[in-house]
């Protein structure tokens, strides 16, 4: 299907709301389960990145986990591309309702939107389970190799919500929230069989937009279709206004 049918489904909506797959940060290097990635980190630590990125190592091997978590997470985050300054846009223009993501780079906040749920928390949001003080990127980037509470002295959690742990329930009530409230579900970077894309069940609007890198035989329930360069479609059919950098090199479609 045509971007200009995208575009006109964007001009004419008021309330939408955006499920933002992790393809995009991807598609700047800052994925954990890209392949080349995945195998470098195989051999630095002698683990998968999903075996490190897990509550039982954390809470087992604490020093490898902040060391991962600082060298190949913290240090990588990534820039804003133009999918999160098209949402941005559409959420000056008073289009966006909210972006429901899985990603934990910040990207779109950095972008400036407001409204963000992240489902599986941000690399931002460190935090002591003990007296919930909250710790910037900076705080643990600084304090090797354990980061620790200055007010309790206790062992911070990263931001991150860790495989083996449950999502935050109120974050998961917020996003069904503001889908099933919306008039138009933009789905980027991912297809509707993902966990994140699967979501797309709570919607009762008008319309589903998805655009994404590879087509998915989920797309079919999908009004508007567009596959390709989700950045350039974004472009094209939202435009933020700035100048669209390329990035490069083309990441692998993650599984969300
Ligand atoms: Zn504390």
Do not use: W
């Not at 407001?114 to 949001?125: F, M, P, R, T």
């Not at 919930?132 to 062992?155: A, N, W």
């Not at 329930?169 to 509707?192: C, F, H, M, P, Y």
Request: charged fraction near 25%; proline fraction near 4%; glycine fraction near 8%.
């Amino acid at each position: 299907m045509s971007v200009s049918y995208l575009k006109s489904i964007l001009n004419g909506a008021g309330n939408i709301v955006c499920l933002l797959g992790r393809a995009p940060a991807a598609e700047q290097g800052c994925d954990l389960y890209r392949e080349d990635f995945s195998y470098d980190i195989e051999i630095r630590y002698g683990r998968s990145p999903s075996e490190i990125v897990n509550s039982t190592f954390y809470n087992n091997r604490p020093e490898t986990f902040y060391e991962f978590y600082r060298e190949d997470i913290l240090k990588h985050r990534g820039e804003p591309d133009e999918i999160n300054y098209s949402l941005r846009r559409m959420e000056d223009d008073g289009k966006l309702s909210g972006i429901v993501t899985r990603g934990y780079f910040n990207l779109s906040r950095r972008a400036g939107c407001h409204n963000v749920v992240s489902l599986y928390g941000n690399i931002d949001s460190n935090f002591c389970p003990h007296c919930r003080k909250q710790f910037g990127v900076d705080y643990i980037l600084e304090h090797k190799p354990i980061p620790m509470c200055d007010s309790c002295g206790t062992m911070i959690h990263p931001g991150i919500v860790l495989s083996g742990e449950l999502l935050d329930s109120q974050k998961v009530n917020r996003a069904v929230e503001l889908i099933s409230a919306a008039e138009v579900l933009l789905v980027l970077g991912t297809d509707l069989h993902t966990r994140l894309g699967s979501m797309a069940k709570y919607f009762s609007g008008d319309k589903i937009c998805l655009v994404n890198r590879y087509s998915h035989y989920s797309d079919q329930a999908a009004d508007c279709v567009c596959i390709g360069d989700v950045e350039q479609i974004m472009h094209e059919a939202y435009p933020s206004g700035r100048l669209l950098k390329k990035p490069a090199g083309e990441g692998r479609q993650p599984e969300d």
